[in-house]
């Protein structure tokens, strides 16, 4: 991985065989990021992306593997309880156009993932809501 920061800008390459959700949390903690929105591209050929389904308040995961180009990556970083989170979905295609998406829960990249980091200045955490079973950005705290 290699990146480089322009003002409030991190500009960040993955390379083959790195994993997307370890490149940022290195990145955020390296740059004691505590609050920014990630979008990215690239190829993956090995990754698992997630469903919430309300009803249940349970995640379900999907993983799939072979060529896909990731159409679409997007999410934050911020915290919770002080510490390092991110919350990031993503959507892949494969060689038919066909394309699937979620919650990313891990993504390999096969050839480059082109990564941009918008910093924040400000903070925002998340708590826990026992009504939809999810950790929600919470602005109680922050205000």
Known sequence: MNYRKFGDTIIARLDKGEEILAGIQQIAQKEK???ASVRALGATNDFAVGVYKTAEKKYYSNSFSGDHEIVSLTGTINTMD?????HIHMSAGNDRGEVFGGHLNRAVVSATCEMVINIIDGRVDRVYDDEIGLNLFDFEENS
Do not use: D
Not at 82 to 86: D, K, N
């Open 82 to 86: 002080g510490e390092f989170y991110t």
């Open 33 to 35: 990021i505590k609050l």
